[in-house]
């Protein structure tokens, strides 16, 4: 009687789609690590490349180009800030809560000035990527629910909407973060950084507070 064959079990190959996706992360991390130990000067297809252990030309299998790269570590950066946003505590009075957020921006600039330079620093050639644009958006609806917040409370001005003022908000605080990110402040006004955070601040305060009842707010001429 003939021996029946049975047939030889096969031992399954690793996914190409698992191995696909572990190169895609690798080739992140490489561009952070070059991002936050040498600058953006430092990030390049070339050296990508050589941390992962593979060729230039791999990197556009999983990302459009370098700006794809870049534009993936923003949103980590935005994740993080929208972290210190929702640190700072709901239950302290809203106006109050609103300028600890803008304290929360600083600080989050000062702890992490790679992440802020590559997201509010650096000039992209490529178009943002829709995902880019709705994260950043994100993170600002945190600072304009907290205005709306104080709006109800009676202790934000009412003549401008939530939105705008949550922007007047972020470049007003972008100015003088950018400047310490930067190393400006340290060679301009060496020791008065504090300082001139707390002005900031108060002229923040002054700007969304409501107007009296008994004047009107003086416009700005053109």
């Known amino acids: 009687m003939a021996a029946v064959l049975r047939p030889v079990r096969r031992i399954p190959a690793p996914k190409p789609r698992r191995r696909s996706e572990g190169l895609k992360a690798a080739i992140l991390d490489a561009a952070r690590r070059l991002c936050f130990s040498e600058g953006m000067?430092?990030?390049?297809?070339?050296?990508?490349?050589k941390q992962v252990g593979c060729s230039a030309t791999a990197i556009y299998l999983h990302y459009r180009n370098l700006d794809d790269v870049l534009h993936q570590l923003r949103m980590e950066g935005h994740s993080l800030l929208a972290e210190y946003?929702?640190?700072v505590d709901e239950g302290v009075p809203p106006l109050e809560r609103l300028l600890e957020i803008g304290r929360a921006y600083h600080r989050f600039g000062k702890d992490h000035p790679h992440y802020y330079e590559l997201m509010f620093l650096h000039r992209f050639t490529d178009a943002?990527?829709?995902e880019v644009v709705q994260q950043e958006i994100f993170t600002l609806l945190i600072v304009r629910d907290a205005v709306k917040s104080g709006?109800?409370?009676g202790v934000v001005r009412r003549d401008l909407d939530p939105f705008t003022i949550a922007h007047g908000l972020w470049s007003t605080m972008h100015g003088i973060t950018s400047l310490a990110?930067?190393?400006l402040l340290v060679r301009t006004a060496p020791g008065k950084?504090?300082?001139?955070l707390d002005g900031v601040l108060e002229s923040m305060a002054r700007w969304v507070a409501p107007e009296p009842a008994t004047s009107s707010r003086r416009r700005v001429r053109r």
């Open 181 to 183: 990110v930067t190393g």
């Open 128 to 130: 943002l990527r829709r």
């Open 85 to 87: 946003f929702r640190a």
């Open 193 to 196: 950084e504090d300082a001139l």
């Open 151 to 153: 709006i109800d409370a």
């Open 41 to 49: 000067e430092g990030i390049s297809a070339r050296k990508i490349a």
